[in-house]
């Protein structure tokens, strides 16, 4: 083996997951949207949330994110049990959330929206410091912007993604959410950001992708938790597992390789009888 970076030596030497949800339970009104839901990242890792609409992964982040509580369940942050009561308390703990609408504002330029309600002033804002910040925070992700002076408006999809990711870099969290960072992204940005997602692990960060895209999550994580219909319904190493695997476990087709063979060997049985039968009709 060749030299690993010191983040990969950390991803398998730390026992202690960075963050670790437990038992978690949410009801909206008479819906249960999750129901003892277990969930945890490792610093220097990358975990896939997937699963169809209304498995519960938007609602799982958002306790993550200080959205909403949850009804039962612990949360375990660095070791320490805590409480989520709001967007302020993520955080503060160290929990960055980009969401899907990434929030940018269309109209300032990248130094002011890395800097949006965090803007460092000493007396003035010190326009020069900030824009010295934003360039090491995008060089730290290797990120290409041609100019930190020019408006998010005129940025690629792939550019405003990693203008958001670098924001949430701003606080220096420990664990950073990223809700279908590429759903909205051409093949050569939906590569940017993967290799972004690349810099956050080297660097030791915790990384929570949900994605409905298989080969991403194929390319860039390291395991996968599947939820299905508010449940946990799967927690698969990447390299262990296929994507029909991967797929059954999100349609809940409850099958494993064996007993689809059999399934397999079993309808072309009854075909043949029913080829037979035809036969013997005529
Ligand atoms: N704010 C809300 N009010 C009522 N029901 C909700 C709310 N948010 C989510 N739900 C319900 O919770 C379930 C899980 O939804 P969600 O977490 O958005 O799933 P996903 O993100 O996997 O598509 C769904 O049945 C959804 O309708
Ligand atoms: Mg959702």
């Given amino acids: 083996m060749t030299m690993e970076s010191p983040a990969f030596a950390d991803a398998t030497s730390a026992r202690e997951p960075v963050l670790s949800m437990r038992g978690i339970s949410k009801w909206f009104g008479a819906v249960q ?12 890792e990358v975990v896939a949330i997937v699963g169809d609409n209304g498995a519960g992964k938007s609602t799982l982040i958002k ?8 009804d039962a369940g612990t949360i375990w942050f660095d070791g320490e049990q805590v409480s989520i009561p709001s967007p302020a308390a993520s955080r503060e703990l160290g929990i960055a ?12 330029d990248v130094v002011a929206n890395l800097f949006l309600g965090r803007e460092i002033s000493h007396g003035t804002l ?25 408006a998010v408006a005129t940025l690629s999809g792939g550019q405003r993604q990693t203008v958001a990711i670098a924001r949430s870099l701003v606080g220096e969290p420990s664990v950073v959410i990223l ?39 194929q390319a860039v994580a390291d395991r996968v938790t599947v939820l299905r219909l508010g449940r946990n319904n799967g927690d698969f ?3 262990d597992v296929s994507y029909e695997d991967i ?36």
């Fill in 126 to 150: 010190d326009e020069e410091e900030m824009e010295s910040r934003a360039w090491s925070l995008l060089r730290q992700l290797s990120a290409r912007i041609p100019s930190v002076r020019v």
């Fill in 179 to 217: 809700d279908e960072p590429t759903a909205a992204l051409g093949v050569a940005q939906t590569a940017e950001v993967l290799n972004l997602i690349e810099r956050l692990r080297e660097q030791g960060l915790g990384v929570i992708l949900i994605s409905h895209n298989m080969a991403d999550v």
């Fill in 97 to 108: 959330t980009v969401f899907q609408d990434l929030a940018l504002c269309d109209n300032l």
């Fill in 247 to 282: 797929i059954s476990a999100i349609t809940g087709a409850t099958d494993n390789v064996v007993s689809r063979r059999a399934d397999r060997l079993d309808r072309a049985e009854r075909l043949d009888d029913a080829d037979r039968l035809d036969g013997g009709a005529l």
């Fill in 237 to 239: 190493r990447i390299p």
């Fill in 63 to 70: 306790i993550l994110a200080g959205v909403h509580p949850q």
């Fill in 33 to 44: 949207a999750l129901t003892e839901v277990d969930f945890e990242v490792f610093a220097g």
